[in-house]
């Protein structure tokens, strides 16, 4: 009996599972700090997959090699070409293997700014970093400096190249580090041009949130982890909500802000900010029954790029949730397409989308992210003790229940006619 229950014992080696279970540790445990481009948690991507995704180009190697982005590989080794040809006392060859060699040397700190495997070998990583990195430097010089683009170019001579562009560029997957593209730049086009490269990538991507307005900012030279972080910086650093001190409790239980419908209920006048340039869209004001909100432009890529800037704020450790703050505020604004009707009559939303797809975009933008403080806090403790003082709160009721259809203020007119003639004859009869 005792051999039998040998034989059918299994044998299990501790030191091999101990070491495959301290190797698993080390490859999902340990995240660098320098670690800025994430991949998109499911409980995010399951509300717009396609907000998330690449249509066109991958950049980086979260999204290298997949069958339907395979296309523009031939475009961008086109730029890549471009690129090194553009330097009359160096052979292309050569400075093609001077940039790689400089990438190569910063490859452990690239590969530490990703979110777990890059899937793919060192040397893979390096080519994918020249390559993509090089074909966005010709990008944005091209995109400022007419002189650099050929007749038939075949991003700026195709007119949905732009589109596409602003969509798969400003993805939290589909990012390579700022070192990288600031490493490659200096080594290229830095000989060349002028401007910084911020202010060329800010050029590009300038007029997104709103028309006419500059997102460029001079104080922003090598503080960026990304091309996203960048527009982010861009858009947070000149407002003035980034310079409110940022409380140490977390704020779970604030009032919301009343929709839009409410507010104009309330007395409320909403009125899109104007100023001379264009004030930051995160700069809200109330003052003495007045709501100031900057124009927002809504259009396609308006919902991918607020929510990969919220999914980089959800993140990234220890980031302050502006823009997440910022969607929240507007979800509590816009609760059905009367609100969106409102905002937009106001000219506080811009909007190149269905009414109805809008409304529905800004009340999904929020689900299921997490926000510790909300910097609107004293905005909306400001405009909700306005609208609890007497006579907001009477106005509120009449304009609710009586006065929201048109019969029903013809009603009450002719009640109150009713009234006025009765009290007259009253008072005709006691003098007689």
Sequence with gaps: MEDQADAGEVRID??????????????????SSRCCIFRVPNVLSRHNPKAYAPDAFSIGPFHYNKPHLKATQKLKLQYLHDLMSRFPDTNPETKLRDVTAAISEVRGEACECYEGSIGMSMDEFVKVLVLDGCFLIELFCKARYYKFRGENDPVFSVNCM???????????????????????????????VTLPLTKLVTNFFGGLLSRGSSIYQEELQDENKHILDLIRNSVIFPSSIAKQERSLNCTTDWKQMPTA???????IKLEKATTSPPSNILDIKFDNGVLQIPQLLVQDVTESLLRNLICFEQCLPHCEEVITSYAVLLDNLINTTKDMEILCKSEIIDNLMDIEGATIFFNRIFNDTNMLHFYYLPLVDEVNKYCQRRWPRYRRVLMHDYFKHPW???????AAILLILTLLQTVFTIIK
């Design 408 to 414: 029903a203020l013809i009603s009450v007119i002719v």
């Design 14 to 31: 501790v030191n091999a599972l101990a070491t495959d279970l301290e190797n698993m540790m080390h490859d999902n445990l340990s995240v």
């Design 261 to 267: 419908t409410n507010l104009q209920e309330a007395g």
């Design 162 to 192: 732009n589109s596409l562009l602003y969509h798969d560029l400003l993805l939290l997957e589909n990012q390579i580090p700022w070192l990288v593209l600031k490493r490659l730049f200096d080594r290229t086009m830095n000989i060349i």
